[in-house]
Nanobody, 127 residues
Framework: QVQLVESGGGLVQAGASLKLSCVAS????????MGWFRRAPGKERELVSA????????YYKDSVKGRFTISRDNSKNTLYLQMNDLNPEDTAVYYC????????????????????WGQGTQVTVSS
């Protein structure tokens, strides 16, 4: 099992940057595919970005391509999401999630793939 704790959210103005972190406790972090999801008020939870366990396969939602960068440091059991040029549409609670994965698996892109979730961190972008 793995426990996930996000941090790094906050209130920023449009055009600013934030870096989210997700620290995993428990064993085997490097063997999990990881993802960042978000849920905006009144909307469904959506996948923002995902990475497989080797970081060889990465997914981005179209609206964040070129602005967000996902990365993982397996030596620190930590997942990151660098978010640049934020806009009000990025306002949401951001969740880190982990999915059991094999060594040759690609990224996991559906909510059902992920069995472990953090508590979320709020990102608010003002115009």
């Amino acid at each position: 099992q793995v426990q996930l704790v996000e941090s790094g959210g906050g209130l920023v103005q449009a055009g600013a940057s934030l870096k989210l972190s997700c620290v995993a406790s428990g064993q085997g972090f490097s063997y999990y595919a990881m993802g960042w999801f978000r849920r905006a008020p009144g909307k469904e939870r959506e996948l923002v970005s995902a990475v497989n366990w080797s970081s060889g396969d990465i997914y981005y939602k179209d609206s964040v391509k070129g602005r967000f960068t996902i990365s993982r440091d397996n030596s620190k059991n930590t997942l990151y999401l660098q978010m640049n040029d934020l806009n009000p549409e990025d306002t949401a609670v951001y969740y880190c999630a982990a999915a059991a994965s094999g060594p040759y698996d690609r990224v996991k892109t559906t909510t059902e793939d992920y069995g472990y979730w953090g508590q979320g961190t709020q990102v608010t972008v003002s115009s």
